[in-house]
C-alpha cells in the first residue's frame, strides 16, 4: 500500500483577499501597532509594512513605496498608504504625498499632528491639551507606563480601536480633505479600511 499523501499548508502560506502595503515615517512603533491587525481571528487581510529609520523624511516614505511597487507591484483589490508625522515637515513635502495618494483609487494617505502618538492617545482619551509632541508622549505614558518607541502595543483591544476611530473622526470635522493642521489623525481612515476588508 503506497504511503497516505499529507496535505499541510506551508507557515505563512495563508490565503488574503486584500493586502495593505503602509509605508511608514517610523521604523518601530507603526509597524507595531498595524500587525495587530494581522493577528486577529479570522482576518483576511495581509499588512506589508514598509518601515522607516531614523533619518525618514515623507519624501524617503513615498520613495520606499515607489521601489516597493515598482519592484512587486499592487492587484488591484489591494491598497497602498503612506504614514506620516505633520512634526515640522512643510506643506510642500506632505503636499507631494497627497497628490500621490490622489493619483489613484487604491492609494491613500494617513497624517498625524503632532506625530502617531496622537492615534495611540485616542484609544483611552480625547487627547485634550496635547500642544506638542511631547505633551502627547506624556499623557500617552499615564496609560502606557514606559511607553517608548517600539514598545509593544499587543495589548490593545478592539474595543479600544473603536474608542480610538470615534475620537479621531470626532476631532477630524468636518473631514479635511488632505491632513489635520491641528492637532488630530486621519489614521482612522485607514484603520477603517483595515477591520472592513
Known sequence: ???????????????????FVIATEGAKTEPQYFSIFQ??????????????????????????MNKFLQEKGLRKEDEAW????????????????????????????????????????????????VTSAHRCLDMLKRYLPGYKKGSKLD???????????????QRDNPPCSDWPRSTGTTVYRLVEKLLCS
Open 39 to 64: 493577528h486577529t481571528p479570522n482576518t483576511v487581510v495581509k499588512i506589508k509594512c514598509l518601515p522607516g529609520n531614523t533619518q525618514s523624511s515623507p519624501q524617503r516614505v513615498l520613495a520606499r
Open 82 to 129: 503612506l504614514v506620516v508625522d505633520k512634526d515640522s515637515w512643510t506643506e510642500q513635502q506632505l503636499n507631494e504625498l497627497y497628490f500621490w495618494s490622489q493619483s489613484r483609487g487604491n492609494y491613500g494617505l494617513a497624517v498625524s499632528n503632532p506625530q502617531f502618538e496622537i492615534w495611540l492617545l485616542f484609544h483611552f482619551e480625547a487627547g485634550k491639551g
Open 1 to 19: 500500500m503506497p504511503p497516505r499523501r499529507q496535505f499541510q499548508r506551508k507557515l505563512g502560506d495563508r490565503r488574503y483577499r486584500k493586502m
Open 155 to 169: 495589548r490593545i483591544t478592539m474595543e479600544q480601536v473603536s474608542s480610538a476611530i470615534y475620537r479621531a473622526k
